[in-house]
T-cell receptor, first 111, second 114 residues
Framework: QQQVKQSPQSLIVQKGGISIINCAYE??????FPWYQQFPGKGPALLIA?????SEKKEGRFTISFNKSAKQFSLHIMDSQPGDSATYFC??????????FGAGTRLFVKA | KAGVTQTPRYLIKTRGQQVTLSCSPI?????VSWYQQTPGQGLQFLFE???????NKGNFPGRFSGRQFSNSRSEMNVSTLELGDSALYLC?????????????FGPGTRLLVL
């Protein structure tokens, strides 16, 4: 009940294309779903996050879509750029409890 | 404001040795969490400290331990190192456990066990 399943493991997208990464969780107690971006040699950094009371959140080229009934959420990166090439982690958490991370998706955007 | 700092950044040890890693959280942050990151397992939660007390612990053997000091700085120790302990160890800080949803990560300590 503590798992967060993330797919795909890796993704190659053409510059200007849409990158889509999916995650599924099991524990309905989770109420906060962040996405982290990690560049080589750096720690993960918060990119965007959503709570289950909304179905979509957009910040610039990054959008989270959330499906509470299916217990799934996804990250969409519009107009993907080579600078977006990084590893992306989804996560699920609840205040005061440990955060559970997905296994990560390595994104490569071809110029 | 300075970010989370971790020392050392790189470490090479041999099996059976022990290692101590250090983490200084963002100024004013009192909650510190540790994660192990490996290519196969992703980010695995080790433990969380607040006010010098361990609040949560992940599913790791007792060889992994930690502590937090009164200035919120934290250390983690791994005794009797095994080859499988080779990983990137990440420290993350947040203002308090009630605000632990958003964590700020340090650059990590890359440990190689030979």
């Amino acid at each position: 009940q503590q798992q967060v399943k993330q797919s795909p493991q890796s993704l190659i997208v053409q510059k200007g294309g849409i990158s889509i990464i999916n995650c599924a969780y099991e524990n309905t107690a989770f109420d906060y779903f962040p996405w982290y971006q990690q560049f080589p040699g750096k720690g993960p950094a918060l990119l965007i996050a959503i709570r289950p009371d909304v179905s979509e959140k957009k910040e610039g080229r990054f959008t989270i879509s959330f499906n509470k009934s299916a217990k799934q959420f996804s990250l969409h990166i519009m107009d993907s750029q080579p600078g977006d090439s990084a590893t992306y982690f989804c996560a699920a958490s609840k205040e005061g409890f440990k955060t559970i991370f997905g296994a990560g998706t390595r994104l490569f955007v071809k110029a | 404001k300075a970010g989370v700092t971790q020392t050392p950044r790189y470490l090479i040890k041999t099996r059976g040795q022990q290692v101590t890693l250090s983490c200084s959280p963002i100024s004013g942050h009192r909650s510190v969490s540790w994660y192990q990151q490996t290519p196969g397992q992703g980010l695995q939660f080790l433990f969380e400290y607040f006010s010098e007390t361990q609040r949560n612990k992940g599913n790791f053997p007792g060889r992994f331990s930690g502590r937090q000091f009164s200035n919120s700085r934290s250390e983690m120790n791994v005794s009797t190192l095994e080859l499988g302990d080779s990983a990137l160890y990440l420290c993350a800080s947040s203002p308090s456990p009630q605000e632990s949803e958003t964590q700020y990560f340090g650059p990590g300590t890359r440990l190689l066990v030979l």
